[in-house]
């Protein structure tokens, strides 16, 4: 079947503006992890969601982040009165449970910049 | 804050060769995995190896671990252009079993 897809690929917006990041999971994938990479460096954990809900929120940077997956399956990550600090690649992945033995499925990526 | 730490930071070698990149962590772990990234985009997972395995294989890629000495490495034989990616360790956060923290990763760059 499908992978992961991510829409937008590419967005810019400029400073003080909202953004919409979505992500198509993996049919039947329970878990949904969304990840946010600068050059050079790692993807950083952001949020999780088992089913429904936010199952940890413990990676957003501030209270301008925010996301939702509101029937279990698509997800979207909101930024609120983005900053350029917010330029990043933003990558969303799922996988069949929420367990750190299984494999997460990445998709492509949404490479945000902020001018 | 990231668990695992690749090394080297970057690595060119010459196609043919074998191609060796380490992994450290800082608390127990119930398993760890390796993940490719190619052109910055999304990541491709490799392998996982349990706490109780010590080495493992697949295809071209030998994965093995220390849990003594909190470190793993991967191993790619016979490297190809192809092979040309970034590397990354992930491991359990830090007394969770639900997600994975990744380190900073390897660029590997195979030379024609």
């Known amino acids: 079947g499908a992978g992961v897809s991510q829409t937008p690929s590419n967005k810019v917006t400029e400073k003080g503006k909202y953004v919409e990041l979505r992500c198509d999971p993996i049919s039947g994938h329970t878990a949904l992890y969304w990840y946010r990479q600068s050059l050079g460096q790692g993807p950083e954990f952001l949020i999780y969601?088992?089913?429904?809900?936010?199952?940890?929120d413990s990676g957003l940077p501030n209270d301008r982040f925010f996301a939702v997956r509101p029937e279990g399956s698509v997800s979207t990550l909101k930024i609120q009165r983005t900053e350029r600090g917010d330029s990043a690649v933003y990558l969303c992945?799922?996988?069949?449970?929420?367990?750190?033995?299984?494999?997460?499925?990445f998709g492509p990526g949404t490479r945000l910049t902020v001018l | 804050s990231q668990q695992g730490e690749e090394d080297p930071q970057a690595l060119s070698i010459q196609e043919g060769e074998n191609a060796t990149m380490n992994c450290s962590y800082k608390t127990s772990i119930n398993n760890l995995q390796w993940y490719r990234q190619n052109s910055g985009r999304g990541l491709v997972h490799l392998i996982l190896i349990r706490s109780n395995e010590r080495e493992k294989h697949s295809g071209r890629l030998r994965v093995t671990l220390d849990t003594s000495k909190k470190s793993s490495s991967l191993l790619i034989t016979a490297s190809r252009a192809a092979d040309t990616a970034s590397y990354f360790c992930?491991?359990?956060?830090?007394?969770?079993?639900?997600?994975?923290?990744f380190g900073k990763g390897t660029r590997l760059h195979i030379l024609p």
């Open positions: 992930a491991t359990d956060a830090m007394n969770r079993d639900d997600k994975i923290i």
């Open positions: 969601f088992q089913g429904t809900g936010a199952a940890d």
């Open positions: 992945a799922s996988s069949l449970i929420s367990s750190s033995d299984n494999e997460q499925f």
